[in-house]
Structure formats: structure tokens, C-alpha cells
């Protein structure tokens, strides 16, 4: 069978790079050398979506990801990914409009933390995802608890990421500071932590962090392959 066409709702660069990359990287492995998947990325600029974001105008989000989506479904994409964690928060927005199905990149996490028997999960992500319900209630679905960064740590993860991440930038003080959040949920009970802004994959990973990790990029991109390729 030939592989279903993932169409790719881009929203920060280097989350969106990271996703494809892996698409392409890890399909070759299933599908053999320089194989993977037809895939094609529309993204609009990333100050047109942090405008509306900023006066918490969801529905306006939501229009512009269904922007990408028809624009997609016209290249021939047969189902959509988001590798933009923050920004699902406008799916329910725009439920029933698009015209292609979207995976959700927190039932992917949530689906791997259920696989790997974890029970309680730290929260890292923009300060927008952090206080929404996205990956609560796909995290609940599944009995898994879930602990919030202290609004401190909130402000500083989402300055490390909108000043440095997403900027193609990290540096060694970032990567202390994730230490410090992510110990202190460890301390807290948590036997893992979500990766819930695309571009922390970036900074953190099992060799750095206190927790073992749930990189959002890559298991996203992970579900779009067996999608796929069925």
C-alpha cells in the first residue's frame, strides 16, 4: 500500500523542522533507506498566530490553522499534524470545519506515558499550554495525573522559549533552569515529565533531564508514520 500523505500545520519554525525531520528520518527505518512518506509543511508566520494568542482570540487561531489545513487538503495531504502544542487549544474552535482529520499531539503523549505505565506526569510547556486543559483532559482519559509548573517556573520556561528555542538558540543556563523545574517535580511525585512546547526536544532529553522525558515532536511525528503507513 502506498502511504496515506501527512499534511503538516506548521506554526513555530523549529518545532515544525524537528517534526518533519523525524518523519523523514525515522520513515526510512520502516520503510527502508531514503524511503518515507509523501509530506507537505504550510506555515503561516509565527507573529500572525502570537497576535491573536496574545489577546487569547482562539477562534482567530483556529481560523488560521484552517488556513494551512485547506491549503493541504489541496496538495493532497490525506490527514493533518500540528507540531505546535500551544495552539491546540483552538481545535475545539474549529471541530467539524476542516476538511481533513487531525491527530492530537497530546493523545500521542498520553498514549506513550499509558504504554510506559507512567502514572504522574509534569507539565512543561508554554505558559498558554500549561494553564489550558489539552493535555489534562487527554492525560485524565487515561488515569494519568498530571502537576503544573509554579507560575514562576511558568515565566521562565515560556521566556526560555519564545526568547531562545524558537529562535534557534540554547544555552547552558536554560537548560539549569529546566533541571530545577523538572527536580522539583520529581520531588513532587512525578515519575515523567511532557516536552509540551515542540522546540524543548531541542534542550532536553533523557540524558539532561531529572525525569525521564515525553518528547511531543517526536512522538507526534511518530503517530503520523504509523498512520501512514498503516
Known sequence: MTPQHIGIVGCSAEGAALCYRTICLEGAQLLGRDDHPEVTMHTISLARYMAPIHQGDWDAVGELMLTSARTLATAGAQFLI?????????????????????????????????????????????????????????????????????????????????????????SPEAVARFQQVIGRMKAAGCDAVVLGCTEIPLLMNDGNSPLPTLDSTRLLARAALRRSIG
Open 82 to 170: 500540528c507540531p505546535d502544542n500551544t495552539i491546540h487549544q483552538a481545535l475545539s474552535y474549529i471541530d467539524g470545519r476542516s476538511p481533513l482529520p487531525c491527530l492530537h499531539i497530546a493523545d500521542a503523549v498520553a498514549t506513550e506515558a499509558e504504554a510506559r505505565g507512567f502514572r504522574r506526569l509534569g507539565l512543561t510547556g508554554t505558559r498558554w499550554l500549561v494553564e489550558s486543559r489539552v493535555y489534562p483532559e487527554k492525560l485524565a482519559a487515561r488515569g494519568i495525573d498530571f502537576l503544573r509548573p509554579e507560575p514562576d517556573e511558568r515565566e521562565a520556561i515560556n521566556r526560555i522559549i519564545f526568547e531562545e528555542l524558537v529562535q534557534g538558540r540554547q
